[in-house]
């Protein structure tokens, strides 16, 4: 088959590669219609994630046709159309079985940091993704969810990540009925998040980034207030005045470990990577939060330790929750938010590129030309 490879830091590209195969009873072998480049396989791509191996197939956001299936699968059969959560999830362990999905201890025995997640690294279980013409998708009864008739791929393709982790984000930060909410990051997780803030009762939101393309989306599908940070060197102060002096009552991180702004952290945490990136959008969320509140952050970060002021957090008395969404858990909900309009996740893509192209998909995508806001692959075409 045809897949994506990983051949180093920035570079990567489409070769032959063997299809892969049923190695378990409950696995099933997906030929893939969609595949989504995320936010977070840049990291991957600029050569932050640790044991990213040479010859490593990206791609944890895909939608699929059943080719094969395991004889222990009983709910999926040849033909049908799934979506796919990034994260492998087995159901039955301590943690799947209270709908902590991204915790399972199965997927991923060896590393208790993270679960098993398509295409992103040895850390991760070292899984291949699904930027490719075909993917093995493990646990095939707990993770997949058949696509309804009347919907099409791409209606459904941001349920495997964008969709989940944006509505957890949002989740999490408790939301209380006329909040004034701010999101740092406006990449389709953090539009997510910020509409999704609306949809929970906030008044008020704003969200934060240096792209025009990305401000202009946020305006116009997330319905927010924006802060251009290339007019707006210090956001905490912004942040403050927005909110009437005390801060946002939530502030939410979608941005994670490449987040520019602060010379220091660039230095240490991106190019020395004496520390596993840069850690201030979530340094400005503290500080900007008002006293009481929380910060919420489903931004990705490594596991080492982060130059994060987490004595202004104690003594600002803050809350601060996050975690890796359990997408199973949000999808047949979202499923609901996506029929009636709500949610909108197809309006997020506007760049669809064919596989060959993969690599000319992830230059536009990391350097967010042509107002690239969510590029997908498309692996048949």
Known sequence: MRALVYEGPYRVRVAEKAEPSIEHPDDIVLRVTRAAICGSDLHLFHGLVPDTRVGTTFGHEFTGVVEEAGPGVRSLARGDRVVVPFNISCGTCFYCRRGLYGDCESSNPANELACGVYGYSHTAGGYDGGQAEYVRVPFADVGPMKIPDDLEDEDVLLLSDVLPTGYQGAEMGGIAEGDAVAVFGCGPVGLVAARSAFLLGATRVVAIDRVEARLRMAERWAGADTIDLRRE?????????????????????????????????????????????????????????????????????????????????????????????????????????????????????????????????????????????????????
């Open 233 to 381: 060197k210090d956001p905490v102060t912004a942040l403050k005045s927005w909110s009437g002096g005390r801060g946002p009552d939530v502030c939410i991180d979608a941005v994670g470990l490449e987040a520019s702004g602060s010379a220091l952290q660039t230095l240490v945490g991106r190019k020395l990577k004496l520390a596993p990136g840069s850690a201030v959008a979530l340094d400005w969320a503290i500080h900007a939060v008002r006293k009481g509140g929380t910060v919420s952050v489903v931004g990705v970060y490594g596991p080492p330790a982060n130059l994060v002021p987490i004595g202004v957090a104690m003594n600002k008395g803050l809350t601060l929750r996050m975690a890796q969404a359990n997408v199973k858990r949000y999808m047949p909900h979202l499923l609901e938010h996506v029929r009636a309009g709500r949610l909108d996740g197809r309006a997020l893509i506007t760049h669809r590129l064919p596989l060959e192209r993969a690599a000319k998909a992830y230059e536009l995508f990391d350097r967010k030309e042509d107002g690239c806001v969510k590029c997908v692959l498309l692996p048949q075409g």
